[in-house]
């Protein structure tokens, strides 16, 4: 019995494993090998789905091995494709007819800026003004203690008096020996005595009437007038202090007064400005300082206009050595009396005269090393860098370019820093505007 199920176990694994070939190895352990004991509930439909799968994954390597060596060798993949060009805003120059101008900065001055000092001394009597107000030419502003000087004035008409009674005896006594010389009962030396009496009171009278006319100015100095009309400062002195006249230098300050209309500003040139200035009078662009009256624009330091309109209508004979700057004055009308002496503001003088000027955003200028380049964009779109000369700069931050460029040219305004000379870039079309910008703009 025993032997039979021996048997029939043998033609079973022979019949799980149809046409599947052995080695001879194999073959010889299977039949050396003790037949293994079935595991509880084992079945054989079991034992041979485990061994199918391990066969089909056996196939499925195999397979996917063969594959991968036998099959024909692929191309490397393509390489990325370049990237575009960088993109860039590109637009024509502005064209405006406008002057230009070049701005300096100057402190506003008095025309007329006056010490009021005593011209005689004496007690001060009476001050006549509020510190600080406007005064008018002639008006009184200090009155110093007349008393001492009126009777001076006194004693000197009493002088005048007594020598012009001397005069009148000398005449007379002169006239008298005339008559007498005549009929020859005078001698030539008394004729001659009494004529040298009547020139000595004649010098006389005329010293009494200087001192006369001296103690008569003295009195007037006691009423202090104001010599011009402006705004007068505070005074100085008190009433009752004593105050030193004269006409030197120890003379007391009474107070001062500026006139306020009109008003000077004056302002430092420097040379290379004077320097450019003179060649274009040269070329005949603008008109000599010093041969007319340039008009000009002014503004205080708070203000962004230019609502001051004046003339030029000095300038100094020489530059200063240590500065190598020269001064110029520039007359302002200030009806309002608004500028105060003293004050800081700013000028702008014209370089030329209104004409075509091609204008461009001032950040689209570039700095290589003391070169100041644009970047246009040719036909194909690669960058060509244009030299230019640069003027200056409108209230609008356009800035002036006076050659290098031309109308036509597309110039780049945005993307700078993506721009190198020589290569591509893709232009976009921009445009370039000005806010509002008039004719005559201010320029810094």
Same mark, same amino acid.
């Given at each position: 019995?025993?032997?039979?199920?021996?048997?029939?176990?043998?033609?079973?694994?022979?019949?799980?494993?149809?046409?599947?070939?052995?080695?001879?190895?194999?073959?010889?352990?299977?039949?050396?090998?003790?037949?293994?004991?079935?595991?509880?509930?084992?079945?054989?439909? +079991?034992?041979?789905?485990?061994?199918?799968? @391990?066969?089909?994954?056996?196939?499925?390597?195999?397979?996917?091995?063969?594959?991968?060596?036998?099959?024909?060798?692929?191309?490397?993949?393509?390489?990325?494709?370049?990237?575009?060009?960088?993109?860039?805003?590109?637009?024509?120059?502005?064209?405006?007819? @406008?002057?230009?101008?070049?701005?300096?900065?100057?402190?506003?001055?008095?025309?007329?800026?006056?010490?009021?000092?005593?011209?005689?001394?004496?007690?001060?009597?009476?001050?006549?003004?509020?510190?600080?107000?406007?005064?008018?030419?002639?008006?009184?502003?200090?009155?110093?203690?007349?008393?001492?000087?009126?009777?001076?004035?006194?004693?000197?008409?009493?002088?005048?008096?007594?020598?012009?009674?001397?005069?009148?005896?000398?005449?007379?006594?002169?006239?008298?020996? +005339?008559?007498?010389?005549?009929?020859?009962?005078?001698?030539?030396?008394?004729?001659?005595?009494?004529?040298?009496?009547?020139?000595?009171?004649?010098?006389?009278?005329?010293?009494?009437?200087?001192?006369?006319?001296?103690?008569?100015?003295?009195?007037?100095?006691?009423?202090?007038?104001?010599?011009?009309?402006?705004?007068?400062?505070?005074?100085?002195?008190?009433?009752?202090?004593?105050?030193?006249?004269?006409?030197?230098?120890?003379?007391?300050?009474?107070?001062?007064?500026?006139?306020?209309?009109?008003?000077?500003?004056?302002?430092?040139?420097?040379?290379?400005?004077?320097?450019?200035?003179?060649?274009?009078?040269?070329?005949?662009?603008?008109?000599?300082?010093?041969?007319?009256?340039?008009?000009?624009?002014?503004?205080?330091?708070?203000?962004?206009?230019?609502? @001051?309109?004046?003339?030029?209508?000095?300038?100094?004979?020489?530059?200063?050595?240590?500065?190598?700057?020269?001064?110029?004055?520039?007359?302002?009308?200030?009806?309002?009396?608004?500028?105060?002496?003293?004050?800081?503001?700013?000028?702008?003088?014209?370089?030329?005269?209104?004409?075509?000027?091609?204008?461009?955003?001032?950040? +689209?200028?570039?700095?290589?090393?003391?070169?100041?380049?644009?970047? +246009?964009?040719?036909?194909?779109?690669?960058?060509?860098?244009?030299?230019?000369?640069?003027?200056?700069?409108?209230?609008?931050?356009?800035?002036?370019?006076?050659?290098?460029?031309?109308?036509?040219?597309?110039?780049?305004?945005?993307?700078?820093?993506?721009?190198?000379?020589?290569?591509?870039?893709?232009?976009?079309?921009?445009?370039?505007?000005?806010?509002? @910008?008039?004719?005559?703009?201010?320029?810094?």
């Amino acid at each position: 019995m025993m032997q039979q199920k021996t048997r029939t176990a043998k033609r079973d694994e022979a019949e799980e494993a149809p046409g599947a070939s052995a080695s001879a190895g194999e073959q010889k352990a299977r039949t050396e090998a003790p037949a293994a004991k079935p595991s509880p509930g084992q079945t054989a439909p +079991a034992r041979r789905g485990g061994r199918i799968l @391990l066969i089909v994954l056996a196939v499925i390597a195999a397979a996917a091995l063969a594959y991968r060596y036998m099959a024909p060798p692929q191309s490397e993949p393509a390489q990325a494709a370049a990237p575009p060009p960088p993109a860039v805003t590109v637009a024509k120059p502005l064209v405006e007819n @406008l002057k230009e101008w070049r701005d300096f900065t100057g402190q506003f001055e008095a025309q007329e800026s006056v010490e009021i000092r005593a011209r005689v001394s004496g007690y001060l009597e009476s001050v006549n003004f509020t510190d600080g107000q406007l005064v008018k030419k002639g008006d009184l502003l200090f009155i110093i203690e007349p008393r001492p000087y009126e009777i001076a004035l006194d004693s000197a008409k009493a002088q005048l008096t007594q020598a012009e009674a001397q005069l009148q005896l000398a005449e007379v006594q002169l006239e008298r020996t +005339a008559q007498l010389r005549k009929n020859d009962f005078a001698s030539q030396q008394t004729y001659d005595e009494r004529a040298a009496e009547v020139k000595s009171a004649t010098a006389s009278r005329d010293n009494a009437i200087a001192s006369v006319n001296q103690a008569e100015l003295n009195l007037d100095y006691t009423r202090v007038l104001a010599p011009v009309s402006g705004r007068v400062g505070r005074h100085e002195v008190s009433i009752g202090n004593l105050v030193m006249g004269g006409t030197g230098g120890s003379t007391t300050l009474l107070t001062t007064i500026v006139s306020l209309d009109p008003i000077w500003l004056m302002f430092n040139v420097s040379e290379g400005d004077g320097m450019t200035y003179k060649r274009l009078v040269q070329k005949g662009e603008i008109r000599s300082a010093r041969d007319a009256d340039i008009e000009v624009e002014g503004q205080l330091m708070d203000e962004k206009d230019w609502p @001051l309109k004046g003339t030029i209508d000095f300038v100094d004979n020489q530059y200063d050595r240590s500065s190598g700057t020269i001064r110029v004055r520039a007359a302002f009308p200030n009806p309002n009396l608004f500028i105060t002496p003293g004050q800081f503001g700013r000028v702008r003088v014209p370089m030329s005269q209104e004409k075509p000027t091609i204008l461009v955003p001032d950040a +689209a200028v570039v700095t290589d090393q003391s070169m100041k380049l644009l970047f +246009a964009v040719s036909a194909d779109g690669t960058v060509v860098p244009k030299p230019v000369e640069l003027g200056s700069v409108t209230d609008d931050g356009l800035r002036i370019i006076r050659s290098g460029i031309t109308a036509d040219d597309e110039v780049i305004i945005n993307g700078i820093l993506r721009a190198r000379p020589g290569q591509k870039v893709t232009p976009e079309q921009g445009t370039i505007q000005a806010k509002g @910008l008039p004719v005559g703009a201010s320029v810094q």
